[in-house]
């Protein structure tokens, strides 16, 4: 079904809400690269005019409470939340868009968001012709995309998939760390087909491709599980995260990112480590790049390419993998802003 129906008089507008913050200033460059207009908003009116003065010419909307927030996305095609913790904002930029006709997605890590960004928003998404979208990003969206490309359209068969996202080092964001702070509900992972609290096991050793090598990994879902369970149906869902970036992480004395080119990126690298047993097979799809902030904005601004121009399968609340031709997505980004392999096998059938 062609999800654009209500966006032919906003065409090109995006609201880009948190435009200010360090993801939010990616996707702008993103959306102006890609020949979008952004429309920058959030409720800092003196960092949005910031964000203005970069940018002459844009339209800068505030959103310091409701009324101004439903303002803020009228006439805009689609709204790209990246101002979290999402537990706080997506409901309410959620609906707003929702109201307006126009397209939400987001980039939350966050599965209690994305659970209830599912739940609240759904009905009235399908019922308006538009997708809502959440986590769309290097942790959710990256990795759903990776296992749905491996799965294609088979509709049954996926015995487990197994994410290992592997990080040389995490310099965090402010809006990570208060994310951190907020997000204090028990993860996730899926056993036997269905949602159950993680009980985490003792770390493990991964090989990762260099530059990262072996690494010692623990169990932390993030939203990706959310969102692979469900469209893929995979009677075993688990998530493994590098430890030493993750004590990084939860150090208050670790920087945050700092440019080192002319678009703003870390040199902080990454790979994206997909296991998905298929039949008795076990197949591997892999990403790789550089600066898990900035590689969010080329997905999640791909994202809404594909929605504007109708390259999508369905309305309502979706995964990334649901929505969207997973492998011909994947490529559109390859290799640059990442290497991507989705041809390897790695297991022989089962005996």
């Given at each position: 079904?062609?999800?654009?129906?209500s966006?032919?008089?906003?065409?090109?507008?995006?609201?880009?809400?948190?435009a200010y913050?360090?993801?939010?200033?990616?996707?702008?460059?993103?959306?102006?690269?890609?020949?979008?207009?952004?429309?920058?908003?959030?409720?800092?009116?003196?960092?949005?005019?910031e964000?203005?003065?970069?940018?002459?010419?844009?339209?800068?909307?505030?959103?310091g409470?409701?009324e101004?927030?439903?303002?803020?996305?009228?006439g805009?095609?689609a709204v790209?939340n990246?101002?979290?913790?999402?537990?706080?904002?997506?409901g309410?930029?959620a609906?707003?868009?929702?109201?307006a006709?126009?397209?939400?997605?987001?980039?939350?890590?966050?599965?209690?968001?994305?659970r209830?960004?599912y739940r609240?928003?759904?009905?009235a998404?399908?019922?308006?012709?538009?997708?809502?979208?959440?986590?769309?990003?290097?942790?959710g969206?990256?990795?759903?995309?990776?296992?749905?490309a491996?799965?294609?359209?088979?509709?049954?068969?996926?015995?487990?998939?197994?994410?290992?996202?592997?990080?040389d080092?995490?310099?965090p964001?402010?809006?990570?760390?208060?994310?951190?702070?907020?997000?204090?509900a028990?993860?996730?992972?899926?056993a036997?087909?269905?949602?159950?609290?993680?009980?985490?096991?003792?770390p493990?050793?991964w090989?990762f491709?260099?530059?990262?090598?072996?690494?010692?990994?623990?169990?932390?879902?993030?939203?990706e599980?959310?969102?692979?369970?469900?469209?893929?149906?995979a009677?075993r869902?688990?998530?493994?995260?590098?430890e030493?970036?993750?004590n990084?992480l939860?150090?208050?004395?670790?920087?945050g990112p700092?440019?080192t080119?002319?678009t703003?990126?870390?040199?902080?690298?990454?790979?994206?480590?997909?296991?998905?047993?298929?039949?008795?097979v076990?197949?591997?799809?892999?990403?790789?790049?550089?600066d898990?902030?900035?590689?969010t904005?080329?997905?999640?601004?791909?994202?809404?390419?594909?929605?504007?121009?109708?390259?999508?399968?369905?309305?309502g609340?979706?995964?990334?993998?649901?929505?969207?031709?997973a492998?011909?997505?994947?490529?559109?980004?390859?290799?640059?802003?990442?290497?991507v392999?989705?041809?390897e096998?790695?297991?022989?059938?089962?005996r």
């Amino acid at each position: 079904m062609n999800a654009s129906r209500s966006t032919s008089r906003a065409h090109g507008r995006v609201l880009v809400h948190g435009a200010y913050g360090h993801t939010g200033r990616f996707v702008i460059d993103e959306l102006v690269r890609r020949g979008l207009e952004p429309v920058p908003s959030g409720r800092d009116a003196e960092r949005l005019a910031e964000v203005g003065r970069r940018y002459p010419g844009v339209e800068v909307r505030p959103t310091g409470d409701a009324e101004s927030l439903g303002r803020a996305v009228e006439g805009v095609a689609a709204v790209v939340n990246c101002a979290g913790p999402f537990l706080d904002t997506a409901g309410p930029v959620a609906a707003a868009a929702v109201r307006a006709g126009a397209h939400y997605l987001d980039v939350t890590a966050e599965q209690a968001s994305v659970r209830a960004t599912y739940r609240e928003h759904g009905d009235a998404a399908a019922a308006a012709g538009v997708v809502v979208l959440p986590a769309m990003a290097f942790y959710g969206g990256l990795a759903d995309l990776l296992a749905s490309a491996v799965v294609g359209g088979r509709t049954g068969g996926v015995e487990a998939i197994t994410v290992a996202m592997g990080l040389d080092r995490w310099w965090p964001t402010e809006g990570t760390r208060i994310t951190g702070e907020r997000n204090t509900a028990r993860r996730l992972v899926v056993a036997d087909g269905r949602l159950a609290p993680l009980d985490a096991a003792a770390p493990r050793i991964w090989d990762f491709p260099a530059p990262l090598g072996r690494q010692k990994v623990v169990d932390l879902p993030f939203s990706e599980v959310i969102t692979m369970h469900r469209h893929l149906g995979a009677r075993r869902i688990v998530s493994h995260l590098s430890e030493a970036p993750l004590n990084e992480l939860r150090d208050p004395t670790t920087p945050g990112p700092e440019a080192t080119d002319e678009t703003g990126r870390s040199d902080q690298r990454f790979a994206v480590d997909v296991r998905v047993l298929l039949d008795g097979v076990e197949h591997r799809a892999l990403a790789t790049g550089r600066d898990i902030y900035a590689v969010t904005a080329p997905l999640v601004v791909e994202a809404v390419a594909r929605l504007l121009d109708g390259r999508s399968h369905a309305v309502g609340a979706v995964a990334p993998g649901e929505v969207f031709d997973a492998a011909d997505f994947l490529a559109a980004l390859s290799p640059e802003p990442l290497a991507v392999d989705l041809s390897e096998v790695v297991g022989a059938p089962r005996r």
